[in-house]
């Protein structure tokens, strides 16, 4: 079985909008407090709790490099929180989401179409599983479904 990581945003990326308070295009990172569902933090992969204070930023999403490289929404905690890949699991992050897609790269960046699916976020694990080991596979990003924000990368550990 393949094993699997799950990263986080870089944290220089979630240090500078925290400090600067200007997000990756160049706009005003918002403020939010926890209010319900839907915080999901990508600088340690946690939900946001009630009442926590989040940010929303627009961040430059490292990978992939070239034609399918996109921008992100993304939240994350407005304070300093631990950040570190998920080892071989799902994060609740991705998890608690309705429906996710899971968007499969090779080494140049380009989109194994075939490999792409839509699903509830509780499914994600079982179908990532089945994928990863597929050769051509780099690396995989999951974002919600329906909006389309980052929740996360997946590499072969
Ligand atoms: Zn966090």
Redesign the pocket.
Known sequence: MTRFRCVPMDPAAAARFRITGTDDRGGAVHHRAVDGPGFP?R??L?LGLPGEAMLLASWDLPLPRGPYWTPSPVF??ARD?ASAPVEDSIPETVRANPLVSLRHYDADGMCLYDLGVVLPGEAAEAALRERIADPRVAFVNIHTARPGCWLTRVEKA
Do not use: K, T, V
């Open positions: 933090c600088a340690c946690r994350l905690h929180c």
